[in-house]
């Protein structure tokens, strides 16, 4: 029994080591200096992980000064690989390396398990010149962009094709479900660098039912 005590105690000595040595190999970073996440109705947050509150909304891409806003926010967020740090006047200007935009929410997709609402979604989508604007000003390294199904979204393709050919030197990605047609598949494979194929569901069981 006593020996039994010592492994258990060394193993949860060597787990905690372990944990501590994850937390303090944690990246401490301004975030949203280089990278920023655009929401469907044009609220912008350092990534998109933390798309969901409005505590982490760092300014909207409609909004005067976003530039100044972004060296201004700052609140408590840490992920498995950063911690977040509030900028400060010595820092240098943001260099974006992703810019992730979701577009619009239309889709051709009813999954069931849809974490942004498309099926239900019957708005319009109106921020192209502003996503213009905010290209024109940080020049990331990398656009991503997703949906909704942005490969049935006849204007953000326009809108893409412009952005490639403003920029042709800028990476494209896309997150898509991939089901579309011949024609679509070819536009793609033209304008996207890079494809991330979302398959977002919790059981195989759930896509056989829908």
């Known amino acids: 029994m006593k020996n039994r005590f010592h492994i258990f105690y060394g193993l949860m000595k060597l787990f905690r080591k372990k944990e501590q040595i994850n937390v303090c190999n944690k990246e401490y970073r301004i975030c949203h200096y280089e990278e920023l996440f655009v929401r469907s109705d044009g609220?912008?947050?350092p990534c998109c992980l933390v798309?969901?509150?409005?505590?982490m909304?760092?300014?909207?891409?409609?909004?005067?000064?976003?530039?100044e806003k972004m060296r201004k926010f700052y609140h408590k967020c840490s992920c498995d690989c950063y911690v977040l740090k509030k900028a400060n006047d010595a820092d240098k200007a943001p260099q974006i390396k992703l810019l992730n935009i979701e577009m619009s929410l239309l889709c051709q997709g009813k999954c069931a398990m849809c974490c942004v609402g498309s099926p239900d979604w019957r708005g319009e989508y109106h921020l192209y010149d502003d996503l213009s604007r905010l290209i024109a000003k940080f020049r990331p390294a990398e656009l991503r962009v997703q949906g909704g199904e942005v490969l049935i979204q006849q204007e953000t393709l326009e809108w893409l094709?412009?952005?490639k050919t403003d920029y042709p030197l800028m990476n494209l990605s896309i997150v898509t479900n991939g089901n579309v047609d011949e024609k679509k598949t070819e536009l793609a494979l033209k304008f996207f660098d890079k494809f991330i194929?979302?398959?977002v569901g919790f059981q195989s069981?759930?896509?056989?039912?829908i």
Request: charged share 25%.
């Open 205 to 209: 069981k759930t896509y056989e039912a």
């Open 57 to 67: 909304v760092i300014a909207d891409i409609r909004d005067a000064g976003v530039r």
């Open 161 to 163: 094709s412009s952005v």
């Open 51 to 55: 798309n969901g509150g409005n505590d």
């Open 197 to 199: 194929v979302s398959v």
């Open 43 to 45: 609220k912008m947050f």
